[in-house]
């Protein structure tokens, strides 16, 4: 089996070290973050795009399920129906897109437009939710997973 991005929970603001560990292990991260403006210290703020997610490659023919539910900081990747959900490669680059548009649009501009449907696999992801600009962490968080809930539910994606 090839390597797949999956997401994992974190225990609360624990993204950056659940981040630097896997990175220690030889894992593939994608956690995405919000950019803003220097603060009047003039240090760059951030925070969580999905506070609480964070994205990993995984091969399971190397790795094991259990690795990730034991980590410290972690409360194990995100399943359903016991199946890690898989995320698929055009949705992480979406999102990195998404992120990298927003970090160009000037603080006092609104995003005027969101991202069109994306499909993927062959299905579509349904609702932008997850790049909607004003939605709050948790809805989006909550977009996020249902967006893994029904990407699960398609044939083509299911196998494990």
């Known amino acids: 089996m090839a390597a797949r991005w999956y997401a ?9 070290v659940v981040t630097r560990q896997l990175k220690a292990k030889g894992y593939e991260v994608f956690c995405p973050r919000l950019n803003f403006p220097e603060n009047y210290r003039k240090r760059p703020r951030s925070k969580p795009y999905f506070p609480g997610y964070l ?9 094991s399920l259990s690795a990730f539910k034991w980590m410290p900081h972690t409360e194990g ?35 005027e437009s969101h991202l069109p449907q994306l499909a993927v696999d062959g299905s579509l992801i349904g609702e932008n939710d997850i790049f909607d600009p004003d939605l709050s962490d948790s809805d989006r968080v909550r977009a996020l997973l249902r967006a893994l809930n029904k990407m699960k539910m398609s044939p083509e994606l299911s196998g494990f």
Do not use: M
């Not at 994205?55 to 790795?63: E, G, L, N, P, Q």
């Not at 890690?84 to 609104?110: F, G, T």
């Open 77 to 111: 990747l995100v399943c359903i129906d016991g199946i890690p959900a898989y995320v698929p490669d055009n949705l992480i680059e979406a999102i990195q897109l998404h992120l990298e548009r927003i970090s160009r649009v000037s603080k006092k501009l609104s995003l």
């Open 8 to 16: 994992l929970c974190s225990k609360h603001h624990k993204e950056w």
């Open 55 to 63: 994205f990993v490659k995984v091969d399971f023919d190397t790795a």
